[in-house]
């Protein structure tokens, strides 16, 4: 056991083993406690306690599980020291009837599953304990049921009659979360997390205008956040915007919306104003750069890794502006685009 500092947490933690790899960011954790706040509410595979001091933090009462007890003795002293003395631990299986007795008066039972380090797919067959025994497992002591999943899996691959919440934080996919019972809200949601805001967009709300895919890029480009796109929620933003809006796809990964208009939004990852679109000759860009004022510019599109620093210094060759800008390659053509600075003053955290 150590205590460590982490960029996850904003107060050095206790940890063992990898607890501080697996742990929920707090940002995450202090999110998902706002949703899951109740009276009692039993994390039952708690680790070294990163979310469950936020749960604390929002509930009543908790109980914090783990079978490994040097991971919850971990649990405990983090517990002292984010200031909480509600928490009661429990060492044990968390699917052994003697622990489901002590946490019978529960509202919520909410479980981050063991998982491998590495599948070729994740799926939630490789969860440990499974989702079916733990929902068998505690089913006499309630139906509200939180689980964290892989996020690389696509809705389609959960096989359960929950709501699938994609997450992600300062743009960068971070969490699935899957609500069964009450808690379910819709069948899937993205949550964007921005320093101290949430955003949620979710299925069923608004009928999905469709993204029809462009074939051509407009004005403005826009990078959707990947907790919109992994939720396949690409639709519903466009009829939240209510703008027309055309789907362009770079490669099997990677895809962005284009329109004439300047629109701004929280599940938008980046934004950029087209400047230029010229074909893929070095010299060709940096006369185009040139022209543009421009300083620096980032490659957005696939070189090879040994020719990777010739390219760009070829492109860059002689720049003296301030303005960085984004290289895309789509349809054979590069476009050169300037990032637009993001302003969500007129968005609200919704819940």
Known sequence: MERIRSPKFSKPVFTCGEGV???TPEIVAGYRAGRLKTGVLADISCGIGGQTVCFAEECDRIYGVDIDGERLECARRNA???GVDNITFI????????????????DIIFSDP????????????SLRPGIPMVLEAYGDVTDSFAFEAPPQMPPERVDF?????????????????????????????GVVLKEDMY???????????????????????FEPDPAVVKAGLLGELAAELNINMGLVKI??????????????????????????????DCNKINRSLKEHSIGKALIRFNVPPDRYWEVRNKIESGLVGETTVHLYQISGMIYIMEMLKSEHSNHSATG
Do not use: W
């Open 21 to 23: 790899r697996f742990a």
């Open 80 to 82: 002292g020291v984010y």
């Open 91 to 106: 060492e044990g299986d968390a699917l052994s009837p003697h622990v489901v007795e002590q946490v019978a008066d529960a």
């Open 114 to 125: 063991a998982r491998p380090a590495t599948e070729d797919m994740r799926q939630t067959d």
């Open 161 to 189: 009659n929950c709501e699938r919440e994609y997450l992600s934080v300062d743009g960068q996919l971070n969490r699935l979360t899957l609500y069964f019972g009450p808690l379910k809200r819709c069948e899937r949601s």
């Open 199 to 221: 955003y949620r967009l979710m299925s069923g709300v608004s009928t999905p205008a469709g993204v029809p895919e462009a074939d051509k890029i407009l004005d403005y480009v």
């Open 251 to 280: 490669d099997a990964r990677r895809s962005l919306l284009t329109s004439f208009s300047n629109i701004d939004s929280p599940f938008f990852k980046n934004r950029y104003r087209v400047l230029d679109k010229i074909t893929f």
